[in-house]
């Protein structure tokens, strides 16, 4: 099978990649920096705030426990709100960009 | 093809002369294993005052405390065993027919699907420590070992979201084929071998080392057989099955654990009535918890009792007592998990970018549904076995998931009780074959396919001479790493997978992410950033307070000395000791004396770094060495490169096929 040449540097100022490239890059690393953030909370809170984490919700149950729960279920769903955006925005335009190139 | 049998056959014989080993009236010795990288535990001396029955006070539903014992019914273990070795071996068999390629034998021909893929990274990364370590934590410190497993899934979302589809759209087998694209490959690929294999070392021993410990304890067999035997089955299926046998000892194995976990799970919250309050009410009324809390606060001067004891349990701050040490650990979880080898060259067996993409979710899914369920088995085995009965047992909790099973299988039947500890030792051998193979393949691939196809064959090799390359790399790498086993035996392993992680953040990730992300990164921020990233993680672990400092093991064997000095004068003239307290006694003075003149391997008298983990001085040491190697030796070719990776690494375009149709 030949390997198909492509011209990368034409591609690059392609302004379908450029907003593939651009929509990425900020959905990426901004929810990066959020589930970082998020999840640094945890040991900061529990170091820092111990009183806030005592705070009984319900039951025995208290703050700290229902956070510490909460970041399995953020982390969830962000990965799941990834997969979403992901498959109908970024998918969609590589593929138009490909048959954009194809032509 | 007759060579592939002579070595199944042995691997077989082996296997049986393990079981054969075991049979031997053989005593497990206990309160030894060290699975975990945290199994601080408790100081030895406090652990007899601790197993004192409840005060009287306590209301009579309290279970009354007795010396716990972990008994696997070796007959049942060994079949299970067995069954299990029977299986991955007939998946070795089958894997090996269809590896014939270098792609094969690297990446499974790309033939993994997201969804096989997920689960393979779930068993992939969930070792012995994750399994058993964690739910011990929370059985003896509540809820930070809750908080510690928190970190281990959020890892993932830096995976998902900067590494997975990237390194599938630019990358083929390793690391060094990602960091090598647009740099001078050769020395790139040297180095970015040398710190893969690095890693996977660092990782492996420790997982070597536990799984040596973990079989001497479960099922009596000695610990140097244990290593061989499980040493062997990991080099049997990565020489003839590749990463297609690999992938499925994985999935089997991750199959087995989530079946464990939920199975034990159910039982804990019947216990309780199926009810979420009345299972929190149950571990703040528990007498057993109260004392054991009551105790643990006491060192730090805080009096509590009755049910604010109980509360506490449920509060932070009763094992991780330095923030500062839980962020850098959670910087080296966070991004040294994208940096490992192991999990990055999972990427390369899926298809597509979408599949990559898929798996990380998935493997997310099960990842982060085993630690909620370890929530359950941790404060279930505090309820029902007491923290005090389970540290009678090991002082670090480990065997806490373990007991558990068996106490809750026992109350349905005795036969149950056996069944099910059986059941879950399996998947505890399980488990350590899965990471173990895993850890020899990427390990391989980077000496294989880096090394010695890409630098001293310069790509010239064909498809039979790379397959042949990679198994006989696996069987080396197999065999040292049984070598390594046998030889730490005692050593001090317990911070090797924190230091993995340490290197895969400080070392790995940074040049990683630059290379995908940074237009001027060049061949010079590759390889100072890696250097330097590795260097600093290990030299700071070498000088922290992971290291055995042979003065504070003497002052730690002087206040035992002190504290059976001050028992024997209590007692009245011409009695003795108690067999044990003479027996820590005599122990703890030969510690003092063989310990009160020496340093530690770097000569130090104590730690110069007050800190555990690294990360937080290394990971920025790391980024800043690349950022820094990259600016003072530009390169225009890296810079004229970067459009032709990042269009691929974002599109898929022009991806190296991993099947030739």
Redesign the interface.
Known sequence: MAERQYDWKAIAKNPKFIELHHKKAVFLFGWWIFSSVYYFLLPLGAAYAPGLFKIKVIGAINFGYLFALSQFFVSWALALYYAHVANKDFDRLTRELVEELHL | MTFKKIIIAATLTLSVAAAAFAEEPNKAPSASAAVTATAAGAPAVAAPGMTTPAPATAPATATPVKKKELKANKVITLSMFAVIIGITLCVVIWAAKQTKTASDFYAAGGGITGTQNGWAIAGDYMSAASFLGISGLISLYG?DG??YS??W??A???V???VAEPCRNAGKYTLGDILSFRTNPKPVRAVAAISTVAVSTFYLTAQMVGAGKLMALLVGVPYRTAIIGVGILMVGYVVFGGMTATTWVQIIKAGLLMSGAFLLSFLVMMKSGFS??GF??D??NSPAIQDHVSKLVLKDGVTLSGIDA??RF????LF?KN?LD??SL?MAL?LGTAGMPHILMRFFTVPTA?AA??S??IA??II?GF??LTTLLGFGAAINLTPQGIISVDKGGNMATLLLAQQLGADIAPVVGDLFLAFLCSVAFATILAVVSGLVLAASAAIAHDIYVNVIKDGHADQHEQVMAARVTSLVVGAIGIFIGLLAEKANVAHLVALAFAVAASGNLPVVVLSL?WRKFNTAGVISGLVVGTIASIGLVMVSPNMTYPKVVAAGAQKVIAAMEKKQAALPPGAQLEENDAKALVTAKADYEKNKDGTSMMGLEKPIMKLKNPGIFSIPLGFFAAILGTLLFPSRRSEEMF??L???Q?????MA?AV?H
């Open positions: 809820y809750f908080m928190v970190g899934l959020v993932y979302i830096t998902l979201l900067i979420p309050f929190f009410n571990i703040v109980g509360q449920l509060e932070p701050g991780l923030p839980q962020i959670g966070v979408q993409r898929k990380v979710i997310m899914f982060g630690y909620v992300f459009d032709e990042y269009v691929r974002n599109t898929g375009l022009g096929k030739d």
